[in-house]
């Protein structure tokens, strides 16, 4: 059997002046949260569903980077992700491109391994492949 988590949003009005919540209740992470079509498409305080699904793929990314270094015999000293989600309006609003960008230590690991146990990660950790129709880059990188 599986995990299965979930989350809740309510919103009231209509599309441009309405409001809505967003909450996690088994984390609590979000607890009514704000959200509102200026705080996805201008720069209003509150959360976005773009901003969301970047947490969770920068995440996700990051653990399954984490699993498969360590797999390798490379177990990393630090991982540090951002994940940019790009909302297109052309065409009607659909996701347009996502950027991993990661900078990690590694010890004994070279540049060649390292890129090659990335990719793997950025291609199967299971937000990447739940977002396979939107394209997805990789810029990982080595540090210290």
Not at 119 to 132: E, F, Y
């Amino acid at each position: 059997m599986g995990i299965s988590r979930h989350a809740k949003a309510h919103w009231e009005g209509d599309l441009k002046t309405g409001k809505g919540q967003l909450s996690t209740p088994q984390s609590g992470l979000l607890d009514n949260t704000r959200y509102a079509f200026s705080s996805r498409f201008g720069d209003e305080k509150g959360t976005n569903p773009e901003e969301l699904i970047a947490a969770a793929h920068a995440g996700c990314f990051t653990m399954a980077l984490s699993a498969k270094l360590t797999e390798a015999g490379f177990p990393p000293t630090t991982l540090d992700t951002e994940a940019k989600v790009d909302l297109s309006m052309e065409g009607g609003p659909q996701l347009s491109q996502i950027s991993l960008s990661v900078k990690a230590v590694v010890p004994g690991i070279d540049e060649t391994q390292f890129r090659a146990v990335a990719d793997d990660a950025k291609q199967n950790c299971p937000v990447s492949k739940a977002l396979s129709a939107v394209p997805i880059s990789l810029k990982a990188e080595l540090a210290g």
